[in-house]
């Protein structure tokens, strides 16, 4: 017996004509599925040889997607299960990385660390560890095995959170769970096996990227373009080239990144250069969607033929597998506006277009089998429109976590998962998301949201776009405040700062109706994200000190 995850995903590997596109831009190579099943055999092969059977940990240290899939594919043969490690960058300090981790190792008490050529020079640490360290090459080596038996309910992947490094923790996907969030999304999306073709950049240490955009298109035998996020940054146009070369229909990224392509498109791009108009889903999660963002976006995509009914904001976390919401399939960006004094004294969403108002977005209501509620500091379900923490519950949220600790639950007793984000259900059920509970400031009773502060700040010239944060002070004492941090090239001219740091008060002010305690202007790179880009807020406090 094997469970219906691997069943499915080795039947559309052997029946399918689809396959994946890697290496663009230098040196493109295309898989079919069948040819990147039967690598994953002798991967499996490799495995088994080295005492890797069903239960084992696998972490996995490699960059490439033509690498990975088949990796990953061979782990899941073996019954055992897979956790992208963390990748170093050329400016990581190794010896403190090997350290860090080893703890992740250690906590899921892993077989083996699986390294690819791009990371080799970090072998020698792990093995110095302690740690058995396999290669794809070598693996790659030996003869092909059979699938062993596996259950619905084996982990397939242990996915860390974001900032898991020094004090690790890593949600337990099964293969349950992502046959019940795979056929779910495949809906919400309205997906079609013949005439989707998936493009992405996404890391696969990321769960969008790695399940989201690799391990779900391998289950299904999708037509799947992927190349790595160092491919992206080092050339933002690529991702267009990539959907006019392969005429994309589906993509997917956070907030940032499209704000990041926008300002490419009208900087770099000829109009009438890209043909982007055979996008119907590009899909914006991860992090919070900014309106103003999306619609920049729009108007800098309108030259290449980018539709604004393909923008589909969306809701999602590790916790349950990847997707929560989708927006409606060719309805584009809703927009909420409600007022901001109710919204952040009385906790209502009460729409309103005149006075002080908030632009929220729509992220679509839940995907099919997943449940959403909204509840007070009591544990009450609030109704329609009253903000609170958002819950969900259904048979692709994870049972818990794999820690130093041990295994810790994630669920209570009536299988509710507390998503530590603000927010409220419309009228008609839809999903809009308000911020992270742990991040919001407040002042006086009232509410106020880091987004909102950080989306005034980079509205001031000068400050570099998607590199401001809000900092939140004296948190739980009565008289909480908070301190801005932004990114400017001009951070070592004193008049230039001092002009910057003025008017990020200035607009703050404007937005919030509260000044900073204080501003401060940073070298570029210097504020803390996450390897997929989201601002580490918490990490953020000793830049304001």
Partial sequence: MVSSFTETM????????????????????????????????????????????????????????VEIAPTAQGIWMRGASLTMLHQPTPRTDLVRWAEETMAVIDMIDAAAVIVSDLFMPAAPLLAGQGITVLTIADLLGHDPVDPLPTGDDDIALMQLTSGSTGSPKAVQITHANVVANAEAMIVGCDFDIDTDVIVSWLPCFHDMGMTGYLTVPMYYGAELVKVTPMDFLRDTLLWAKLIHRYRGTMTAAPNFAYNLFAKRLRRQAIPGEYDLSSLRWALSGAEQVDPLDVEDLCDAGAPFGLRPEAIIPAYGMAETTVAVSFSECGGGMVVEEVDA???????????????????????????????????????????????????????????GYTTVAGFIGAQNEQGWYDTGDLGYLTEDGEIVVCGRL?????????????????????????????????????????????????????????????????????????????????????????????????LRRAHALSLVD
């Avoid at 906790?347 to 209501?365: C, N, W, Y």
């Avoid at 379900?381 to 969900?392: D, H, T």
């Avoid at 003025?502 to 900073?516: G, L, S, W």
């Fill in 10 to 65: 080795f039947n559309n590997a052997r029946n399918s004509t689809n396959g994946m596109v890697t290496g663009e831009p230098d040196e493109p190579v295309r898989h079919t599925w069948i040819q990147v099943h039967e690598r994953a055999r002798r991967i499996a092969g490799g495995l088994a040889a080295a005492g890797v059977g069903r239960g084992s940990a696998l972490a996995v240290l490699a960059g490439a997607p």
């Fill in 341 to 399: 004094d109710l919204l952040a004294v009385l906790h209502r969403a009460v729409p309103a277009t005149k006075g002080h108002t908030r632009r929220l977005v729509s992220l679509g209501k839940p995907l099919k089998g997943i449940e959403v509620r909204i509840v007070d500091e009591e544990d009450a379900v609030v109704s329609a429109r009253g903000v609170g923490v958002i819950e969900v519950r259904g048979a692709p949220v994870t049972k």
């Fill in 438 to 534: 742990k991040d919001v400031i407040i002042m006086a009773g009232k509410n106020i949201y880091p987004t909102d502060i950080e989306r005034a700040a980079v509205r001031v010239d000068g400050v570099r776009p998607g590199c401001a944060v809000a900092v939140r002070l004296n948190a739980g004492h009565k008289r909480e405040t908070f301190a801005v941090a932004v990114e400017s090239a001009a951070f070592d001219d004193h008049d230039e700062v001092r002009r910057i740091e003025r008017e990020v008060a200035h607009q703050v002010f404007a937005e919030v109706d509260v000044r900073p305690r204080n501003v401060v202007v940073l070298e570029p790179g210097t504020i803390p994200k996450t390897p997929s880009g989201k």
